[in-house]
């Protein structure tokens, strides 16, 4: 509910800081727009005004999206999906009943690992041979 809240926050705010960015005179005037002042307010307190107005949308976009990474973070446990996976895999049975079985024995097998094992490697590795001892030279 407070990520919802926080998401559309978040796109009002994006929203309205786009729209400050607009209204704001170019200085560089690169595509030949800006120029002269409008009859909205004077140059320079417009400029104030939307500068300011820009910076603290700027701070509310940034505060809104650390809010939004640690409410979204807060939900995660600290496991990966890796180990997550793993873990389901071996605590799930396999006749998709939660109850486990009160026999141990009839416990089904843990899953094998799909790919080779740092022992397959280990196993397959040539063996250092000692080099063969060389006679000494007669002198």
């Given at each position: 509910m407070l990520q919802t809240i926080l998401l559309v926050v978040m796109i009002l705010i994006?929203?309205?800081?786009?729209?400050?960015?607009l209204l704001q005179r170019s200085e560089g005037g690169a595509l030949g727009m800006g120029g002269g002042p409008s009859g909205f307010m004077t140059a320079r307190g417009a400029g104030n005004l939307l500068t300011v107005t820009t910076w603290w949308l700027a701070v509310a976009f940034f505060i809104c999206a650390i809010g939004l990474t640690i409410v979204g973070n807060i939900s995660r446990s600290n496991q990966s999906i890796v180990d997550r996976d793993a873990?389901?895999?071996?605590a799930?049975?396999?006749g998709g009943s939660a109850a486990t079985p009160a026999d141990p024995a009839a416990a089904p097998a843990?899953?094998?690992p799909t790919g080779p094992s740092l022992d397959d490697f280990l196993?397959?590795?040539?063996?250092a041979q000692p080099a063969p001892a060389q006679?000494?030279?007669a002198e």
């Open positions: 994006s929203v309205a800081l786009t729209g400050m960015i873990v389901g895999a071996l799930a049975p396999a843990p899953a094998q196993s397959s590795a040539p063996t006679p000494a030279p």
